[in-house]
Each structure stands twice: as C-alpha cells, then as structure tokens.
C-alpha cells in the first residue's frame, strides 16, 4: 500500500507529496516515492513553483524555449509567463519564449519534426521536468538538444536527487537536502530486493502503480 504524505518542509504554497517504501522506476530502484501531480495539473500549484523556479533564471540567463518533460507543460507556461514579465530582471522581458512537449520514437530518444525543430536548433533551451533522480532522462535530453543544434540553457524542477546533470546545474525548489535520506540504488544492488522485500509500486513520471 502506497501511503501519501505531505513533506513536513513547505517551500511556498504548494508541499511535496511523498511516499516511503521501495520502488522501481525504468532505470532504478528507489526508497522514495516523490509525486508532483498536483504541481504539474493544478494551475495554482504549476504556479507556484514557477514563481520559485525564475528566481535561478534572472538577470543573465536567455531562456527562448521550455522543453517540458514529464507532463510538466502547466509549470512550463507558467515559467514562460514569469520570465517574460517585466517585474523580473530577466533578458527574456516581453519575449516570446516557446513551451514545447518532447516526442519520443520506438528506442525512447526524443525526436522533433521538422515544423517543431525551429524551436531547438540555434535556441537557448531550457529542460523543465517534474523529478530528476539519476539525471540519466536529463543527460538524454541535453544530448538531443545538443544534437538538433539547441544549446542548454539548464536544467529545472520540482524536486531532485541531484546538483548537475552532464555539467550543467539543476536547479529545483526541493532537493536532496530536504529529503536527506533519498537513495536511488541500481536494481542489481538494491538492499530492498536482496532483503526480499517486494516492491510496494512501480513509478514514473505519469504517477504509480501499486503491487
């Protein structure tokens, strides 16, 4: 049973939701379950983390796409909103910036068609996802992007395990500090499962699956 519980630290006005158990994710095993669903659907809360994410964005920081991954296109437009308003020190004030959902093939690489590529190629691209555990979806992303001749303009999120993704900071409103005993372990090396202990859900960025 995956049990639901608001994170006892409450940065602004929309709390991190958190269950303990042991979980499999596609590229690991994990002793937290973080959910962000009501970050990434529901307008007041996407809100509220972008108000939190555009302080790490200002002043310096050109921002000409948001790549939303994990369902994260609410917080992505809200983002968008905040660093083109001119009450933030931002280069992006009165720009247009782009908020753009990736597209995955049969392999699980991102790919974009070409009526969207003009929105990476020679852009300043920011990756916007809900969690960032390993990094391995982030370091993926920043690969296609790199690849479709788009330059990184960071890495943001809700939550992370992690302080960079291939060089490049993430910058989150929750991190590991808040969660200090977060572990992600490889499925080979999980102490749960040489435990025996069963697998409470199976989780990703759509949410969880109990067992």
Do not use: W
């Not at 049973?1 to 042991?22: D, E, Q, S």
């Not at 379950?33 to 302080?55: F, N």
């Not at 939550?159 to 969660?179: F, H, N, Q, T, W």
Request: proline share 4%; with cysteine.
């Amino acid at each position: 049973m995956v049990t639901l519980m608001n994170l006892p630290i409450r940065k602004g006005k929309a709390p991190l939701r958190i269950a303990r158990g042991h979980f499999a994710t596609n590229h690991s095993h994990i002793n937290y379950y973080v959910d962000i669903t009501y970050q990434k659907t529901r307008l007041s809360e996407a809100m509220d983390m972008a108000e939190q994410l555009v302080t790490n964005f200002i002043n310096d920081t050109p921002v000409d796409t948001i790549l939303c991954l994990d369902g994260t296109a609410v917080m992505g437009t809200c983002l968008a909103q905040k660093l083109t308003e001119s009450g933030f020190h931002t280069i992006n004030a009165h720009q247009t910036i782009y908020v753009l959902e990736p597209e995955y093939n049969a392999n699980s690489q991102i790919i974009f068609r070409d009526n969207n590529k003009k929105m990476i190629t020679g852009k300043h691209v920011l990756v916007l996802m809900a969690s960032v555990t390993t990094g391995y979806t982030a370091k993926r992303t920043i690969e296609a992007i790199g690849y479709y001749g788009g330059r990184v303009a960071g890495v943001a999120s809700a939550y992370s395990a992690v302080k960079e993704v291939a060089g490049y900071p993430v910058r989150s409103v929750y991190d590991i500090s808040d969660l200090p005993d977060y572990a992600s372990y490889d499925y080979r090396e999980c102490p749960y499962c040489k435990a025996g202990k069963p697998l409470d859900a199976l989780v990703n960025s759509f949410g969880y699956s109990a067992l």
